[in-house]
């Protein structure tokens, strides 16, 4: 029996009641015998910020650094709108993905049967779609230098972000890209805008010849960021594999959530590079914020969150049938109707977080 470590973060706002959904499932998995998860709790965020002055304990990075997994909730909300900029929110989770290096963001948008009419789009655009944006998520706009508001000579402020990348940095992702492509439908879209920006053409370049030297047998398209964000809405199911930098990921991720029907049913996962070991910093987390209009009342959508804990035991510790069992699980929740209220409909019934969790372990429970 094999035991891995977990680091638990759950943040602020809905991140905590989540987060218990998962502590559950892992507490199942943990009675059944087959695998061990030790779980190290940390505090992150607001709540961190509360109790310590900053976003993220050094300590924390360490146990982050030395554990298996860090399955991460959600950071901020309206209490710490102003805090300080280097201890807001965000920055604890910010740090972990740059000390992490965790470089490569997976976010996966899957279209459940049973939601098909939930999503923004019309039935057909978006019934069984399945795509994955994977977003640079260490360097680019979000960490270039310079970054500042500088006081100019008339009293005017001037405000600067810088678009950063080299040759290695792009390689390293579209490497991750085309390897995903390999398992999946073979097909990758990399998104830029090398018609404005030279960082495109540099990214352009680079993956333009990554391709040919090590992934011929991938079919690539290259896609203007803008034009992509217009046709993951057009028509989606054209895609497969969307790679692209930090900024336009962050865009064309959240865009792509709507196709699904709710922020709430997105998981996502971060990885970074494989040590000598074999083993690569991970962090899995919900795509959603704290959802500060609903936190505290056991209405958030649990989803999310479980989804993300089901790509570790895929991608972290290569548990492929207890994540295809946890997915399960959820696709028949729903088709039995099921909802909590972000993916309420009519017919459906309603139900609170503990109980959209509770339901997902009952599944589990059938399945085994
Ligand atoms: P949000 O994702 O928190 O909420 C957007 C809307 O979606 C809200 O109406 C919310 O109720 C709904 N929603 C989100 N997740 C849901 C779920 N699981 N179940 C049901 N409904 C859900 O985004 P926001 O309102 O822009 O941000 C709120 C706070 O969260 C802000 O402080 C923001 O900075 C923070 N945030 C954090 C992260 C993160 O930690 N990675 C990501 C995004 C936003």
Not at 59 to 64: G, I, W
Not at 227 to 232: G, I, S, Y
Not at 274 to 289: C, F, Q, T
Request: aromatic fraction near 6%; proline fraction near 3%.
């Amino acid at each position: 029996m094999t035991t891995k470590n977990l680091l638990f973060l759950p943040g602020d706002g809905i991140g905590v009641e989540v987060h218990a959904e998962v502590k559950r499932i892992i507490d199942w998995f943990n009675k059944r015998g087959t695998v061990t998860f030790n779980i190290d709790e940390g505090l992150v965020g607001g709540a961190c910020y509360d109790a310590h002055k900053v976003s993220i304990l050094d300590e924390t990075v360490d146990l982050a650094k030395k554990s298996d997994a860090v399955i991460f909730g959600a950071v901020g909300g309206p209490k710490w709108d102003d805090v300080p900029f280097d201890v807001r929110p965000e920055a604890g989770l910010l740090r972990l993905r740059k000390d992490l290096d965790l470089f490569a963001n997976l976010r996966p948008a899957i279209v459940y049967p049973a939601l098909a009419d939930a999503s923004s789009l019309k039935r057909d655009h978006v019934e069984g779609l399945d795509i994955l944006i994977l977003r640079e998520l260490t360097g680019g706009t979000y960490f270039g230098e310079p970054k500042e508001i500088v006081t100019l000579e008339d009293g005017q402020k001037r405000a600067v972000d810088t678009t950063v990348y080299t040759t290695s940095e792009i390689e390293r992702i579209a490497a991750v890209g085309f390897e995903l492509a390999r398992k999946r439908s073979n097909k990758v879209h990399s998104a830029e805008k090398r018609n404005v920006m030279v960082a495109g053409v540099l990214w352009n370049d680079t993956v333009t010849a990554l391709h040919k030297k090590s992934f011929s047998d991938v079919e690539l398209h290259h896609i203007l960021a803008d034009n992509c964000a217009m046709q993951l809405i057009r028509w989606p199911k054209q895609f497969d594999v969307i790679v692209t930098d930090n900024l336009f990921g962050d865009v064309l991720s959240d865009e792509a959530s709507m196709l699904t029907g709710s922020l709430g049913m997105l998981p996502s996962a971060s990885l970074g590079a494989e040590d000598e070991n074999g083993k690569r910093a991970a962090l899995y987390e919900p795509v959603h914020g704290t959802a500060p209009d609903i936190a505290g009342q056991n209405k958030a959508n649990p989803i999310a969150m479980i989804a993300s804990f089901a790509m570790a035991l895929r991608y972290s510790f290569d548990l492929g049938e207890e994540a295809q069992m946890v997915e399960t699980a959820i696709s028949n929740v729903l088709d039995k109707g099921l909802r909590t209220g972000d993916i309420m409909q009519d017919g459906m019934e309603e139900v609170s977080t503990t109980a959209m969790g509770q339901a997902v372990i009952t599944e589990m429970e059938a399945l085994s």
